[in-house]
């Protein structure tokens, strides 16, 4: 920090103390914190319960009943998936995981690792399904919890962005026809909640298919969140268009570049770089609402913490399993908000 920063942040550390009323109403705030501190150490380590078999054995300390978590912790984390074969979905879940650790390292960001995203999406699908290389065969409808939201979530922007891309492009286009079903298209599409996008996916279009059709469900899920995603997408694109100047398209246009030249060369690495923070707020968004395909069937990570709360013996341990998965649901969000501070740094430095 340097000297003017410091000498700016000074009143701003001096007001809580500005006068005898601010720092007692100051006083009493950090007095507030802390004991509320206290009560949730309390509750969450100390007089918590570690090891059991039931609700009751949680009773007697009245803290967090962390036995519960442990218990059920992988029908949370892979849902009905089968027992036996559970560790395919934690490799499956590890190697999405490891990519995106990976993607958060500005040197890592090489072409290398674009076509080792699309080899790991092979690799998950072979993994979960199986059928192949000695693996027994696992229908989707038993996929669940957190593998289930990883692939929604991913796969669901890996796709929804190239047709936001398309969509912003068509919407401020000069061409009449394209322009209006572009626009048709993003508004419909975001007049709707996400849970009408899958009950029609999951419901009315197999009505459409011919007969004797029957598509995947979980393909159904996937293709209603990438046609959602994509219509938000589109908007935030079209945002980040608006911001190249129109003389670097007469620039562009003057050096003989043609339409894709230019939106490939100038126009398209400004405007998404401009929009770094909403595309990923975007993509948080997105990770969030996956809960939203148990109107079709599907137990992603949500749902699979309701299901292990039904059990009879852990009815009542609410909070420690929302928490439980509220805690991955912040990790993910968080480090997705990382890579969005990283993205900004390595544009900023570009």
Same mark, same amino acid.
């Not at 393909?219 to 219509?231: E, S």
């Not at 013996?313 to 341990?317: M, Y």
């Given at each position: @920090?340097s000297?003017a920063?410091?000498g700016?942040l000074?009143?701003a550390? $001096?007001?809580? &103390? ?12 950090? *007095?507030?914190?802390?004991? !509320? ?23 007697? $300390? ?15 984390? &892979? ?10 979905a ?9 990519? &995106?650790?990976?993607?958060? #390292? %500005?040197?890592?960001r090489?072409p290398a690792?674009a ?6 999406a ?5 993994? @979960? ?12 409808s038993?996929?669940?919890?957190? %593998?289930?939201?990883? #692939?929604l979530?991913?796969?669901? !922007?890996?796709?929804a962005? %190239?047709l ?9 286009s ?13 508004e ?6 996400? +849970?009408? #996008? ?5 419901? @009315? ?5 011919p ?5 995947d469900?979980l ?7 990438? !046609? ?6 589109a ?30 060369f100038v ?10 923070? %909403? ?7 997105? &990770? ?5 395909? +148990? #109107?079709?069937?599907l137990?992603?990570l ?6 292990? @709360?039904?059990?009879p $013996?852990?009815?009542?341990?609410v909070?420690? *399993?929302?928490?439980?998965? *509220?805690?991955?649901?912040? =990790?993910?969000?968080?480090t =997705?908000?990382?890579?969005? $501070? ?5 544009r900023?430095?570009?």
């Open positions: @920090m000297v920063d410091a700016a000074a009143p550390r $001096r007001a809580p &103390f500005r006068s005898p009323a601010d720092a007692a109403l100051s006083a009493a705030i950090a *007095g507030a914190l802390a004991w !509320l501190a206290w009560k949730v150490v309390r509750w969450a380590v100390l007089d918590a319960t570690w090891s059991g078999d039931g609700i009751e054995a949680c009773h007697a $300390r009245g803290g967090a009943c962390w036995a519960f978590v442990r218990d059920k912790a992988r029908l949370i984390l &892979f849902g009905t998936y089968p027992y036996e074969e559970q560790w395919r934690a490799l499956a879940t590890a190697l999405v995981i490891a990519l &995106f650790a990976a993607t958060s #390292v %500005p040197r890592l090489r690792l076509w080792a995203w699309l080899a790991s092979g690799v998950v699908v072979a993994l @979960m399904r199986g059928r192949g290389a000695g693996l027994a065969y696992v229908d989707t038993r996929w669940g919890g957190l %593998p289930l939201t990883l #692939v979530a991913t796969v669901g !922007l890996a796709l962005f %190239p936001g891309v398309a969509l912003a492009l068509a919407r401020t000069g061409l009449f026809v394209p322009r209006l079903l572009a626009t048709t298209y993003v419909l599409v975001r007049g709707v909640p996400l +849970v009408t #996008v899958l009950f029609m996916a999951s419901v @009315m279009f197999p009505l459409f298919l007969s004797g059709w029957n598509l469900k393909l159904r899920a996937q293709a209603g969140i990438v !046609l959602f995603a994509a219509a938000y997408l908007e935030v694109v079209r945002g980040g268009l608006q911001t190249v100047a129109r003389g670097q398209l007469e620039a562009a246009a003057a050096l003989g570049l043609g339409y894709l030249g230019t939106m490939r126009v398209l690495p400004q405007a998404l770089g401009a929009v770094v923070p %909403p595309l990923v707020n975007t993509a948080i968004g997105l &990770f969030k609402d996956t809960s939203l395909v +148990v #109107v079709i069937g137990l992603d949500t749902n699979a913490a309701k299901l292990a @709360m039904s059990d $013996r852990w009815l009542g341990a909070v420690e *399993g929302y928490v439980f998965i *509220g805690t991955i649901y912040f =990790l993910f969000c968080f =997705l908000s990382k890579l969005s $501070r990283s993205l900004e740094r390595s900023a430095h570009a």
